[in-house]
């Protein structure tokens, strides 16, 4: 693919791809393969030297996995990336490649459970320390910043409440400390936001999600704005062995092929799903940045190309409301995760978020009666048709 290409859906779809460099395959090959032979052990040791760019062995790099990495580098607009295992891995690599003893850390809440732990409870243990601020209050942020503060986390649209955070002012805040602005992209997905162009230094996935889009691998990837952050965290990937494989790298690719035509449509049935139950007697209140009852709106306006696909709602009658409504869908697939083409629902406060004290709950924005409906490609009509039974179900309230 030629730098000439400007959109979205022709990254997508042609990000990585160089049918002349494989017998003219249009399908990227699986290159599985643990290990490349040397033709001399001359270029052997150039390829350890790494002055030849040749292949040594997969967990150092491997060309499916180098495709991969070439187009999600090209749709984030960054210099490059590094692709892992899981999102985690995404996660955990950013951080281990980052930090060390005595360094803090500022993050936003609410963010995604496993990496608040993998902050407070594991980082910890090597003397990392950290806070974390409201994901909407700049002023929180630049408060929260110490002499050691060496790197901003931030997770917009957040989960599960989608509050928003100003990526432009939190990189200023970032910067004005000598920090990188760490941005967890995987809600929206590249289609929607590109951090890297309102300031951010890295953004990180999990594929899992939006850019696989088939809930049938798990997968994550780090991409940086610059060369000597990717250097450091690639070599951080390659030590702790946090790296991807190459049929996993095959399938994500193939997923992200669709990706942006996913999103859309995705977005299209939110869209119309998120004005409904807004006027639906059953439901209490709605998050969704694409409705301008979202308190950051204009925000969203601003900085994503779209609302994306994934609406909060609170349901009169609280959880036990919450209960029946997941027990009585049909077609709606009760399942944690979001950016598949099904659509799934699930409850925060008992289920993705129930490791999270009550009372802090609260303080996050996350109800007991809030249901997180991650909306999918299925036909709108039949969606819509699915959660007014289930609505009929729970009854009067
Ligand atoms: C799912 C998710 C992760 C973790 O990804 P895995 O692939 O499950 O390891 C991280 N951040 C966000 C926002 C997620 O939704």
């Given at each position: 693919?030629?730098?000439?290409?400007?959109g979205?859906?022709?990254?997508?779809?042609?990000?990585?791809?160089?049918?002349?460099?494989?017998?003219?395959?249009?399908?990227?090959?699986?290159?599985?393969?643990?290990?490349?032979?040397?033709?001399?052990?001359?270029?052997?040791?150039?390829?350890?030297?790494?002055?030849?760019?040749?292949?040594i062995?997969?967990?150092?790099?491997?060309?499916?996995?180098?495709?991969?990495?070439?187009?999600?580098?090209?749709?984030?607009?960054?210099?490059?990336?590094?692709?892992?295992?899981?999102?985690?891995?995404?996660?955990?690599?950013?951080?281990?490649?980052?930090?060390?003893?005595?360094?803090?850390?500022v993050?936003?809440?609410?963010?995604?459970?496993?990496?608040?732990?993998?902050?407070?409870?594991?980082?910890?243990?090597?003397?990392?320390?950290?806070?974390?601020?409201?994901?909407?209050?700049?002023?929180?942020?630049?408060a929260a910043?110490?002499?050691?503060?060496?790197?901003?986390?931030?997770?917009?649209?957040?989960?599960?409440?989608?509050?928003?955070?100003?990526?432009?002012?939190?990189?200023?805040?970032?910067?004005?400390?000598?920090?990188?602005?760490?941005?967890?992209?995987?809600?929206?997905?590249?289609?929607?936001?590109?951090?890297?162009?309102?300031?951010?230094?890295?953004?990180?996935?999990?594929?899992?999600?939006?850019?696989?889009?088939?809930?049938?691998?798990?997968?994550?990837?780090?991409?940086?704005?610059?060369?000597?952050?990717?250097?450091?965290?690639?070599?951080?990937a390659?030590?702790?062995?946090?790296?991807?494989?190459?049929?996993?790298?095959?399938?994500?690719l193939?997923?992200i092929?669709?990706l942006?035509m996913?999103?859309?449509?995705?977005?299209?049935?939110?869209?119309?799903?998120?004005?409904?139950?807004?006027?639906?007697?059953?439901?209490?209140?709605?998050?969704?940045?694409?409705?301008?009852?979202?308190p950051?709106?204009?925000?969203?306006?601003?900085?994503?190309?779209?609302?994306?696909?994934?609406?909060?709602?609170?349901?009169?009658?609280?959880?036990?409301?919450?209960?029946?409504?997941?027990?009585?869908?049909?077609?709606?697939?009760?399942?944690?995760?979001?950016?598949?083409?099904?659509?799934?629902?699930?409850?925060?406060a008992?289920?993705?978020?129930?490791?999270?004290?009550?009372?802090?709950?609260?303080?996050?924005?996350?109800?007991?009666?809030?249901?997180?409906?991650?909306?999918?490609?299925?036909?709108?009509?039949?969606?819509?048709?699915?959660?007014?039974?289930?609505?009929?179900?729970?009854?009067?309230?």
């Amino acid at each position: 693919m030629g730098s000439e290409v400007k959109g979205r859906h022709s990254k997508a779809i042609h990000g990585g791809l160089d049918p002349e460099a494989y017998q003219g395959a249009v399908s990227v090959p699986i290159f599985q393969t643990s290990t490349f032979a040397f033709p001399s052990a001359e270029e052997g040791a150039a390829r350890f030297a790494g002055t030849s760019p040749g292949h040594i062995y997969t967990r150092l790099g491997n060309p499916t996995v180098a495709a991969l990495e070439a187009c999600v580098a090209a749709l984030e607009g960054g210099f490059g990336a590094a692709a892992t295992a899981t999102g985690m891995a995404a996660v955990s690599t950013v951080l281990l490649a980052l930090l060390r003893q005595g360094d803090h850390v500022v993050g936003t809440h609410p963010l995604y459970g496993p990496s608040r732990s993998l902050l407070e409870k594991h980082l910890e243990r090597f003397g990392i320390s950290s806070s974390f601020v409201p994901a909407t209050d700049g002023a929180a942020l630049r408060a929260a910043v110490r002499p050691r503060t060496r790197l901003v986390f931030v997770e917009t649209p957040a989960n599960p409440t989608l509050d928003l955070v100003d990526l432009k002012a939190a990189a200023e805040i970032a910067h004005e400390a000598g920090a990188p602005l760490v941005v967890d992209n995987t809600f929206a997905g590249p289609h929607l936001q590109r951090p890297i162009e309102h300031g951010a230094d890295v953004v990180l996935h999990s594929m899992t999600k939006s850019l696989n889009g088939h809930s049938d691998v798990v997968a994550g990837i780090v991409v940086t704005r610059g060369p000597e952050l990717l250097a450091t965290i690639r070599e951080t990937a390659r030590s702790f062995g946090t790296t991807m494989d190459p049929h996993q790298a095959w399938l994500v690719l193939r997923g992200i092929r669709s990706l942006g035509m996913r999103v859309e449509r995705s977005q299209e049935n939110a869209r119309l799903l998120a004005a409904w139950l807004e006027r639906h007697p059953a439901v209490a209140w709605v998050r969704f940045p694409g409705l301008a009852s979202h308190p950051q709106h204009e925000l969203a306006k601003r900085q994503m190309d779209g609302p994306g696909s994934v609406i909060a709602f609170e349901l009169r009658g609280g959880v036990e409301a919450g209960r029946k409504l997941m027990d009585a869908l049909r077609l709606i697939v009760l399942a944690v995760s979001l950016g598949g083409i099904e659509s799934l629902i699930e409850h925060p406060a008992s289920m993705t978020h129930s490791k999270v004290p009550a009372d802090e709950q609260l303080r996050q924005g996350i109800t007991p009666g809030l249901v997180r409906l991650a909306v999918g490609c299925e036909d709108v009509d039949d969606l819509r048709a699915d959660l007014e039974q289930a609505f009929a179900a729970v009854g009067p309230i």
